[in-house]
């Protein structure tokens, strides 16, 4: 049913279009956002030393157990629509992922190439965990499992390339009526956004809409050729399943 509460997991790795695509929800009337819930979990268990690592473990909850209690809960502001960005590369050690039974699962992709070049960016030395691939991969299986059926799987490029279409057609596998106003935001921050933002969003604060990537045909560096298959026999077991945009 269309006006049924919904909560929304979107599983994505990083340098893709995630936190737009937040935005894109946020701007529905009838949606709460929740920004990368387990990002404080992830700090505390892995010791990575991100930017304000030390403010964000302080600030927020590090205990996965009791946010995914959070995540299957109510529905924030008596919304209907709870859109939870999920970052794959924060799933570590195997915790539990018994509750996703209670949550609708996506999975955002983007081609891994455009993932690394992007990733190089701020970083040298990049793993497929490091983007979250093999994570979103065991997710993505685990929600197979549980459900016994293939989840949504949509892509950033077919997004960027044609927004309305794309998010008419994620909107009627969610069971939820298309607004317009997902296609374009105010500029700037939001309360919603965790206080890394101020490190991560220097890009998408100043977004309205969504907007084509520059740099598409940047050359990938030879010395990550292996690196690149690697990530891109993770992404092609998801890519088959995204929703077409013909």
């Not at 790795?13 to 935005?23: D, Q, V």
């Not at 529905?28 to 304000?52: C, M, Q, W």
């Not at 927020?60 to 109510?74: C, F, M, Q, R, V």
């Not at 596998?173 to 991560?200: A, C, H, N, V």
Request: net charge positive; with cysteine.
């Amino acid at each position: 049913m269309k006006n049924s509460p919904k909560k929304i997991g979107m599983w994505s790795g990083p340098r893709n279009i995630s936190t737009a695509l937040m935005r894109s929800f946020e701007n529905r009337s009838d949606t709460a956002v929740l920004d990368e819930p387990f990002y404080a979990y992830f700090l505390n268990e892995t010791g990575i030393k991100h930017p304000i690592y030390k403010q964000v473990i302080q600030t927020y909850e590090t205990s996965w157990k009791n946010i995914s209690n959070t995540l299957t809960g109510p529905i924030p502001n008596g919304k209907s629509i709870w859109y939870q960005k999920l970052m794959t590369h924060h799933w570590v050690k195997n915790a539990s992922l018994d509750w996703l039974e209670k949550i609708h699962n996506c999975f955002l992709i983007r081609n891994p190439k455009q993932v690394i070049i992007s990733y190089l960016k701020i970083h040298n030395d990049i793993t497929p965990e490091l983007i979250g691939l093999p994570q979103q991969l065991q997710i993505f299986n685990t929600v197979v499992k549980k459900t016994n059926k293939i989840p949504i799987v949509i892509s950033s490029e077919d997004i960027l390339e044609n927004p309305k279409l794309m998010l008419e057609l994620l909107c009627d596998l969610l069971d939820i009526p298309f607004s317009d106003q997902m296609l374009q935001w105010p500029k700037g921050t939001r309360d919603s956004d965790g206080i890394w933002g101020e490190y991560w969003y220097k890009n998408v604060v100043q977004t309205t809409s969504f907007k084509k990537p520059l740099n598409q045909n940047k050359k990938m560096p030879d010395k990550l050729a292996n690196l690149l298959e690697e990530c891109m026999s993770y992404y092609k077991q998801m890519e088959k399943y995204k929703i077409s945009n013909e």
